[in-house]
């Protein structure tokens, strides 16, 4: 998949947040990050991970469950998030 055009790369130290998340999420359709809705499908998860990956440069490595438990813009945070910090800490999630 192509990048969107996201801002530079995180800071380091930061942890994605939900207005990173939208924004991330908004490239999908090309809409404003507004306009994304809470609930989020299949595809725009896969999207979003796929975009997160790219800009973090973690590879997730998500089981059924994991990618079945993730139903809005706040589990999607809270994932990615997670993602960051198994990172940092040398484990991944």
């Known amino acids: 998949m192509t990048g969107s055009a996201l801002p530079s790369d995180p800071l380091p130290g930061t942890l994605p ?3 990173e998340v939208l924004t991330m999420l908004a490239a999908f359709g090309q809409r404003a990050a ?8 299949s595809l725009e998860l896969t999207w979003l991970i ?8 973690i590879q997730l ?13 706040d589990d999607a945070t809270e994932l990615l ?13």
């Not at 796929?50 to 440069?57: H, T």
């Not at 490595?61 to 813009?73: I, K, M, Q, S, Y």
Request: hydrophobic residues 35%.
């Open 17 to 19: 947040d939900r207005a």
């Open 34 to 41: 507004d306009t994304v809705p809470e609930d989020l499908g």
């Open 50 to 57: 796929a975009e997160f990956e790219q800009r973090y440069g």
């Open 61 to 73: 490595d998500l089981d059924d469950e994991h990618f079945g438990a993730v139903r809005t813009v």
């Open 81 to 93: 998030r997670s993602a960051v910090l198994a990172e940092r800490a040398g484990a991944r999630p």
